[in-house]
């Protein structure tokens, strides 16, 4: 990932910039941690922390997580706009009308075929919302 990254520098596709260069390397850590764990599950006793960019637009955070999700060799893994993640989570809870705990349902759904989940424009200004992710949330990382 690193590797691409900087020729993408030396190939005038980017200019450097430090904050970029620190989210590679932030990046290129969690991945080495991923493989690891895919590679020796029973080494990895708690969840590896994830990672949050934030920053004004056109700073490259979605190019970054894409160079990232591009390179990282793990099978079971999503991207997707968070937009688009929060109307799937909406229609799955319509869906499951009159069920009990129906977070739980999603939750499992998704952690049973997806170890790795990442997000581009991740925004919440719906209190509802915000609500619903984190009893969803809360089920997803108790999986």
């Known amino acids: 990932m690193k590797k ?13 910039d430090a904050a970029q260069t620190q989210a590679i390397d932030a990046l ?12 020796s599950p029973k080494k990895f006793k708690k969840p590896i922390p994830g990672i949050y960019f934030h920053g004004r637009v056109g700073r490259g955070k979605t190019m970054l997580m894409d160079l990232f999700y591009q390179q990282l060799p793990i099978k079971n893994k ?3 706009h968070f937009h688009h993640f929060m109307e799937s989570v909406h ?14 349902h999603i939750a499992k759904a998704w952690a049973k075929n997806i170890e790795l989940l990442c997000f581009d424009e991740f925004f919440v200004s719906d209190i509802g919302d915000a609500m619903l992710l984190r009893g969803l949330f809360s089920a997803l990382f108790s999986q």
């Open 4 to 16: 691409s990254y900087q020729e993408r520098l030396v190939n005038k596709q980017l200019d450097f």
């Open 91 to 104: 229609q799955q809870l319509a869906q499951l009308t009159g069920k009990s705990e129906p977070l739980n």
């Open 28 to 39: 290129v850590l969690l991945s080495e941690q991923l493989i690891e764990r895919q590679q």
């Open 78 to 80: 999503k991207r997707i």
